[in-house]
T-cell receptor, first 113, second 113 residues
Framework: NAGVTQTPKFRILKIGQSMTLQCTQD?????MYWYRQDPGMGLKLIYY???????DKGEVPNGYNVSRSTTEDFPLRLELAAPSQTSVYFC????????????FGPGTRLTVL | AQSVTQPDIHITVSEGASLELRCNYS??????LFWYVQSPGQGLQLLLK??????LVQGIKGFEAEFKRSQSSFNLRKPSVHWSDAAEYFC???????????FGTGTSLTVIP
């Protein structure tokens, strides 16, 4: 199993550009998450999904959108990039049981200039 | 609101010395508790987790953590630190009534020879 994969690893955007961060998991997990990690701030939840077709907002959803058309994929969309969105983005997944562990992808480092 | 506090931003220990990283949480009931480690440029790896039962839990790489309900704490310990333990450590809380996880701001560990 590849686990949780994220693409791209690095990206530089100009203000106002849009992009999609890709996340795929091959563990047949129901739950998927998007976090952002800012220096000294830990991880903040952006959006999460409890299954295909179901998504919900986390702590910091503004400026982002998600979709979950399949179990495997959970892309994160930035429509109008802003410098405040410069961060490292992590995708994670876990199984349906409440005690299941979250598995994290390697992250995408995004810079908005 | 739920919160996770890691009071130590940065800790330096000598190789072979013991280590304790502190974590306190704020939540009305007993949450699910986790410790993750993050090496530079990498995603998060689970060290150990607590859901119920024995309050002393063993994890990978020789780490252990003790849940103390009276202190709302879940401190991470290792009896003898190795140079390869230098990394960022995150405490996290999962709510057994929902799907979200909350992370502390992390403790950066430096190991000196």
């Amino acid at each position: 199993n590849a686990g949780v994969t994220q693409t791209p690893k690095f990206r530089i955007l100009k203000i106002g550009q849009s992009m999609t961060l890709q996340c795929t998991q091959d563990m047949n997990h129901n739950y998927m998450y998007w976090y952002r990690q800012d220096p000294g701030m830990g991880l903040k939840l952006i959006y999460y999904s409890v299954g295909a077709g179901i998504t919900d907002k986390g702590e910091v959803p503004n400026g982002y959108n998600v979709s979950r058309s399949t179990t495997e994929d959970f892309p994160l969309r930035l429509e109008l990039a802003a410098p405040s969105q410069t961060s490292v983005y992590f995708c994670a997944s876990r199984g349906a049981v409440g005690t299941d562990t979250q598995y994290f992808g390697p992250g995408t480092r995004l810079t908005v200039l | 609101a739920q919160s996770v506090t890691q009071p130590d931003i940065h800790i330096t220990v000598s190789e072979g010395a013991s280590l304790e990283l502190r974590c306190n949480y704020s939540y009305g009931a007993t949450p699910y508790l986790f410790w993750y480690v993050q090496s530079p440029g990498q995603g998060l790896q689970l060290l150990l987790k607590y859901f119920s039962g024995d309050t002393l839990v063993q994890g990978i790489k020789g780490f252990e953590a003790e849940f103390k309900r009276s202190q709302s704490s879940f401190n991470l310990r290792k009896p003898s630190v190795h140079w390869s333990d230098a990394a960022e450590y995150f405490c996290a809380v999962g709510l057994n009534t929902g799907n979200q996880f909350y992370f502390g701001t992390g403790t950066s560990l430096t190991v000196i020879p």
